[in-house]
């Protein structure tokens, strides 16, 4: 994305809104930053500010330095900064995640919905089946996204195991991380489709030929493919499998 994108359309409309770029020189870089803090914290004095920045796994550099000394500054403003990333992603955000905390940020763990809730969701959308609840949390993990793609077939009478085979489209959109994934690394995903949900390593180097996989399964970790030694869902691993 440009530089600074988040902020850009988070500022776009309010009055006397600065210009933002990333300009390399420091000094100049620096009074940027400082009045956009400034900025903010100015219009935040009468009504309070809440600003959302989503996706800070995608941003550039010059946005997360900006966040960075907005919370260093923001004292007791009436600001609040939401900022969503996924934590398993590698970008400019992983390097200054320490220096957030440090300025007493809020780190909040967005794990999948229970049971209960899956079953609220159905019940929300017209849906009150129990049975049909426990195959989606055990298929989806509790991923709300995950729930919404397939819920709707699901409750049409399709099964959950052959899903994945007859829909392409959403086997495309389940599998959508793997297809970014490098050759070498994708193929050892593939293979570890065939084993099932779990992995074995040794077995998996075999099947592929390789001395060790190691490399390939921190990579597919990194890109939520995996968790530990299993497919971050069983929904992904079946629509890599019927690939």
Known sequence: SPALWPWQR???????????HDDSEPAARFRQLVTITDRL?????????????????????????LLRHVANEVGDARLAIVATYRNETDGPLNALLTDLVRA?????????????????????????????????????????????????DLADGAQIDTLMTERPQLRRLVSSRVATLPAD??????????????ITPSVLAAMTGRDVVAGELDAARR???????????ALVRDAVYAD
Do not use: M, Y
Request: proline share 2%.
């Open 41 to 65: 914290k100015t219009d935040a004095q009468q009504d309070g500010l809440l600003v959302v920045l989503e996706d800070l796994h995608w941003s550039d550099g010059a946005s997360i330095r």
């Open 104 to 152: 007493d940020a809020v780190v909040l763990e967005l794990g999948g919905l229970a049971r209960a809730d899956v079953a609220d969701l159905l019940r929300d959308n017209g849906t009150d089946n129990a049975g049909l609840a426990t195959r989606l949390h055990d298929a989806t993990g509790g991923n709300p996204l995950l729930i919404r793609l397939v819920a709707s």
């Open 185 to 198: 690394v994708r193929a050892i995903v593939e293979a570890a489709s065939v084993l099932g949900e779990r």
């Open 10 to 20: 988070g500022l776009r409309g309010r009055v006397d809104a600065p210009e933002l």
């Open 223 to 233: 890109a939520g493919v995996l968790r530990g030694l299993a497919f971050e869902h």
